[in-house]
Nanobody, 132 residues
Framework: VQLVESGGGLVQAGGSLKLSCAASYFPSPDYVIAWFRQAPGKEREGLSCIRKSDGLTHYADSAKGRFTIASDNAKNTVYLQMNNLKPEDTARYYC??????????????????????????WGQGTQVTVSS
């Protein structure tokens, strides 16, 4: 499985970007796809995740209200719509996939703060730069 992020770029504050995470395939619908970001000198931050099987989503507090995650299973692609971008959103954005069988929000939410090694697949990232 390969994950490829795209859609990053340079945008002015207040602008929007839609990131894509395209997968070659998923061996199971029980994968949860998460978006993370990491700015230079800062720790990786989990933003949002979505379960492919039923579209169950979870957002970190920092992503609520401005970011929306969505999945197009026919295209094996997960999107992150980011609105009202701020300079502090500047970072490299990554998607990652983890197999989680069943469960509810309480089972998928923790992956946003989990260890990178817990994920089965990672993309290479896409850079987002927000100018003031």
């Amino acid at each position: 499985v390969q994950l490829v992020e795209s859609g990053g770029g340079l945008v002015q504050a207040g602008g929007s970007l839609k990131l894509s995470c395209a997968a070659s395939y998923f061996p199971s619908p029980d994968y949860v796809i998460a978006w993370f970001r990491q700015a230079p000198g800062k720790e990786r931050e989990g933003l949002s995740c979505i379960r492919k099987s039923d579209g169950l989503t979870h957002y970190a507090d920092s992503a609520k209200g401005r970011f929306t995650i969505a999945s197009d299973n026919a295209k094996n692609t997960v999107y992150l719509q980011m609105n009202n971008l701020k300079p502090e959103d500047t970072a490299r954005y990554y998607c990652a996939a983890q197999f989680i069988l069943g469960g509810g929000i309480q089972d998928i939410a923790p992956i946003l703060s989990g260890h990178a090694a817990e994920f089965d697949y990672w993309g290479q990232g896409t850079q987002v730069t927000v100018s003031s």
